[in-house]
């Protein structure tokens, strides 16, 4: 059975297959590396391997999350714009 709704189409998520999994959403996957570096940072600070200065390490999470995030919205808008000329449906 064909779905012939374009804006169910268009709705669909860059890569994914309609009636399948929807892939991982960049945000996500940067906020669950944020939050494991974070647990990590804070075994290692407790176990007393290293210091820590916790604005250099804000700083320094900061700017790779914020680095992470733009990458993968560059790359996600390439991957859904291929599709056209425009880079519209």
Do not use: F
Request: no cysteine.
């Amino acid at each position: 059975m064909s779905n012939n709704n374009p804006a169910a189409e268009n709705s669909t998520a860059a890569g994914a297959v309609p009636g399948g999994p929807a892939p991982a959403r960049v945000g996500t996957i940067v906020w669950g590396l944020i939050v494991l570096a974070v647990a990590a940072l804070t075994i290692v600070a407790q176990l007393g391997l290293v210091v820590l200065n916790g604005t250099y390490v804000l700083i320094g999470l900061m700017i790779g999350a914020g680095a992470a995030l733009v990458l993968g919205g560059v790359l996600s808008a390439r991957k859904r714009d291929n599709g056209s000329a425009t880079g519209k449906p």
